[in-house]
């Protein structure tokens, strides 16, 4: 009689299972929730620098104008609008409907594209009325 324990299963890992879309869209909702989180704090930080002073405030304009600030502004925007698609077929799940995988599949291409067409239109939008 051995005391060693017994093997035991081990849990499915994204290496094991086939990657499809309704799988890469649901792991990209929970990062595009992370990254929301990131755009609060930027809200705050911008409301501190705005209560600063006009130094502080130029200071966060310069930062947030740059290349670099530009570039977390839209992908903050992607992400907001790529949330709230995949948040509503969420609750379409929740109220018991788009299951087939056909469905889901199709609602999260659906997701994707309406992220990347509304992002492009409100970044046109910002260019044409010189906000950016």
């Not at 990209?28 to 620098?49: D, E, F, M």
């Not at 409907?97 to 659906?110: E, H, K």
Request: proline share 4%.
């Amino acid at each position: 009689m051995t005391d060693a324990p017994r093997a035991r299963p081990l849990s499915p890992h994204v290496t094991i299972w086939r990657w499809h879309v309704t799988m890469a869209t649901s792991i990209a909702h929970r990062v595009s929730g992370c990254a929301l989180y990131g755009g609060g704090l930027i809200l705050a930080a911008w409301a501190v620098c705005l209560a600063s002073g006009p130094d502080a405030y130029g200071a966060f304009q310069a930062v947030m104008g740059s290349f670099l600030g530009k570039l977390a502004l839209f992908g903050l925007t992607l992400s907001a609008f790529f949330h709230l698609a995949k948040g509503v077929q969420h609750l379409i799940w929740d109220l018991g409907f788009g299951y087939r995988p056909q469905t889901a599949n199709m609602g999260a291409v659906a997701a994707i594209a309406f992220a990347i067409a509304a992002t492009l239109a409100v970044w046109a939008i910002a260019g044409m009325t010189g906000a950016l």
